[in-house]
């Protein structure tokens, strides 16, 4: 038996034919071309849903369960709260998809799915309990619990990156103070540094972006910390301290085998990780119980379908 | 079939012989002698384990398994960490109690089982998802996921208590600085009222205690507010905005059916819930999802020998 797994991305859409064992066998993509709407959108998932399985003349009576990861929020039912980069608000792609493609669909958030493509063929494989974070501009979660995706009730959980931590100086996006992703995602950091900076910090920034914070990034901030840089390493430095912090929380939580990172942040890779371990120590209840492995996300590009597809499985098994 | 539920307290022992329903077939108890060290408290449940049994005549037989509700934190093979209040550090206590008793014995912490016993007897029956705290002197958590108890892959997780969630004007007695009980529990609000206090605030509360705040308590400060009394307002204004934080980070990850209260500052009432449900949708992330119902723990005195009991059952059927 077979499963579709659907990446839907502000900019394009990806869509893999997978097998119960969380095996690519067929793979084809499209642009998302968000001005069309949600209705366009669902017409090029259907299309692309359509091809990949003609593509390798596999009986649609093979396909179980279709799984869409989308960029957003959504309830158990499928209806999606909000996406952002699409520009969407209460639209009910779980009951749209399903007529158009006679096929059951699962939709979950691009981490939550994120998590199970980890669970299945990544870093967080053969464990009982895990968490996937994927820090980029902000910072979402996803959870495995006894071996099974968890995202709540009504299917609004694992917002790990809306936990209050403190207060910050500026507000998220969400509207709230001190959340949690306001501390460390790659926003936190060019917003930290840019207040550094224009506090008239020196730094070889300066230089490096012609004054002009607009063209910070995460990368140039890890790069001239890794060089030295004051600034740079301040702005590190936080971001290693309150990514301890919530780890910390998570930990006291949760206490799971393992916790995943990935997106673009944990790009920075060993850098990042080097001394995280010993500092979450220090946040967490049970002392000398540091147990909790943290790790690099091991899937790259591929994650969004082979999770969508294997989290259309497990949901399928409920 | 039958369970034997311990409620292991730093003052008394209660032990219950319970149906695998959860109904209380007979109960006895005994003083827990701090003093008497690990050796001589073992002894003591061993002997109120088995007058529960011999006083109605049930069979040993009959007896699935044993549960143990500590004031402390242990693991998944019944190691005690610690245990403040009976100056327990590594006590092998699941072990030393299999061998006495030749009965499987499953350990967790006191709240851990006061969530099992809500869930089976009392306000969180029925669902999937549910929190439960206890807020007295700290805060405890429990947790049901999917129906069944979670204490994470060591024994160690569901620390609610010690989430850090900003930077209190006092350390948690863990060490660390910024854990939610230190904002919400009954130690926190007598703090903070010792602070106001001792800032020359004029209350009510100073004539009441004599000018003396260690006898400050929390039903003298909900008492004091609600008659209007603007230092002891304030303490709950701010335990309460701390409570809706600390919910509204519990909900943003779990999304669970209900979170049940419970403890000596649940004692509050409907004091405690009055506007609480608003302002915990402050701090929701996905807006106009405020589900999460919020209520106060319907068990007593008896939801400890209950919940272990019951907590037995669950572990025995994993």
Do not use: Q
């Not at 494989?125 to 968490?131: A, Q």
């Not at 910050?168 to 949690?180: E, Q, V």
């Not at 590009?301 to 497990?314: L, V």
Request: charged share 20%.
């Amino acid at each position: 038996m077979y499963y579709i797994g659907v990446d839907l991305g502000g900019t394009s859409i990806k869509v893999g034919l997978i097998t119960d064992k969380g095996d690519i066998i067929n793979k084809v993509s499209g642009p998302t071309e968000v001005e069309k709407g949600a209705e366009g959108i669902i017409n090029s998932i259907t299309y692309l849903v359509k091809k990949v399985i003609e593509e390798v003349n596999i009986p649609i009576e093979l396909i179980k369960a279709v799984g869409v990861g989308i960029p957003g929020v959504s309830n158990n039912h499928g209806l999606v709260y909000f996406a952002s980069n699409l520009f969407w608000k209460n639209i009910p792609l779980g009951e749209l998809l399903e007529e158009k493609l006679k096929l059951r669909v699962f939709i979950d958030n691009d981490a939550t799915v994120a998590a199970v493509a980890e669970f299945f063929k990544g870093v967080t494989r053969g464990t009982n309990n895990s968490i996937f974070l994927t820090i980029g501009t902000g910072l979402g979660g996803g959870l495995i619990i006894n071996k099974k995706v968890y995202s709540g009730s009504h299917g609004i959980g694992t917002e790990m990156g809306h936990i209050v931590i403190g207060e910050n100086f500026y507000d998220c996006s969400c509207g709230k103070n001190g959340c949690w992703e306001t501390y460390v995602s790659a926003t936190a950091m060019i917003k930290y540094c840019g207040k550094l900076l224009k506090e008239g910090n020196e730094s070889i920034l300066n230089s490096l972006i012609n004054g002009d914070t607009s063209s910070l990034n995460a990368k140039l901030i890890f790069d001239c910390a890794a060089k030295g840089d004051e600034v740079a390493s301040l702005a590190v430095d936080r971001m290693k301290k309150y990514l301890a912090i919530g780890l910390g929380n998570l930990i006291n939580i949760f206490d799971p085998e393992i916790i995943a990172i990935g997106g673009g942040v944990s790009g920075a890779g060993s850098f990042l990780l080097r001394n995280l371990k010993d500092e979450v120590g220090k946040y967490i209840y049970v002392k000398g119980m540091n147990v909790t492995e943290i790790a690099l996300a091991k899937l790259g590009n591929d994650a969004g379908i082979i999770g969508s597809g294997m989290y259309a499985k497990m949901k399928l098994e409920e």
